[in-house]
């Protein structure tokens, strides 16, 4: 079992920056490929970005490109987003996964584990 916890998210204008932390407890998360989500009101929850077990491999989905970065320090159990260039339609509920699969998952239901997720809000 991985117990995730989002934090970092907030109020920032548009312009700005925000970094999404995701502390795990219960396993290391080396063993998993660790993606973020976001949910806009109304909308279905869509794919972010995703880093792969031990960080060699990322993928972002194109709204996200050139202005978001995942990292991760699985000595910390942690995961990050880097989120620069905030835009009005970056606002959502921001969840952390975890996926045991060895492909390098995008879609929801390639997760294992979720977080409870953490408010961006974009002001333009």
């Known amino acids: 079992q991985v117990r995730l916890l989002e934090s970092g998210g907030g109020l920032v204008k548009a312009g700005g920056s925000l970094r999404l932390s995701c502390g795990a407890s219960g396993r290391t998360i080396s063993s998993y490929s660790m993606g973020w989500f976001r949910q806009a009101p109304g909308k279905e929850r869509e794919f972010v970005a995703v880093i792969s077990r031990a960080g060699g491999s990322t993928k972002y989905a194109d709204s996200a490109k050139g202005r978001f970065t995942i990292s991760r320090d699985d000595s910390m159990n942690t995961v990050y987003l880097q989120m620069n260039d905030l835009k009005p339609e970056d606002t959502a509920v921001y969840y952390c996964?975890?996926?045991?699969?060895?492909?390098?998952?995008?879609?929801?239901?390639?997760?294992?584990?979720w977080g409870q997720g953490t408010q961006v809000t974009v002001s333009s």
């Open positions: 996964a975890a996926s045991s699969l060895d492909v390098i998952p995008t879609i929801r239901n390639q997760y294992n584990y």
